[in-house]
Nanobody, 121 residues
Framework: QVQLVESGGGLVQAGGSLRLSCAASGSMFSIKAMGWYRQAPGKQRELVAGIISGGRTNYADSVKGRFTISRDNAKNTVDLQMNSLKPEDTAVYYC???????????????WGQGTQVTVSS
């Protein structure tokens, strides 16, 4: 069983910063990729930032230059540093991981429970 546990989030004024952290635990062979998604009320869940095992990153256009994703492969953690936050960044943020399990290295996708980020204007 694999679990993703998130921390961070909260309420911040526009222009402020927050840091989200996510730790993966349980029986796993390796983590192929980790990332953060978000879902605002009435909207679909969208990718915010992702990072693969080799360190390559990708970001949603709306957060480029403001958010930074980082990963500690030894600790199986992924962080999202969010700067210059805007009210439109308000959403529930979910940690995501693609994990390889078993001797066949099958891929499985896991989600965290979500953490609320609210940016006031």
């Amino acid at each position: 069983q694999v679990q993703l546990v998130e921390s961070g989030g909260g309420l911040v004024q526009a222009g402020g910063s927050l840091r989200l952290s996510c730790a993966a635990s349980g029986s796993m062979f390796s983590i192929k990729a980790m990332g953060w998604y978000r879902q605002a009320p009435g909207k679909q869940r969208e990718l915010v930032a992702g990072i693969i095992s080799g360190g390559r990153t990708n970001y949603a256009d709306s957060v480029k230059g403001r958010f930074t994703i980082s990963r500690d492969n030894a600790k199986n953690t992924v962080d999202l540093q969010m700067n210059s936050l805007k009210p439109e960044d308000t959403a529930v943020y979910y940690c995501n991981a693609i994990i390889l399990l078993g001797h066949l290295l099958n891929e499985y996708q896991y989600w965290g429970q979500g953490t609320q980020v609210t940016v006031s204007s």
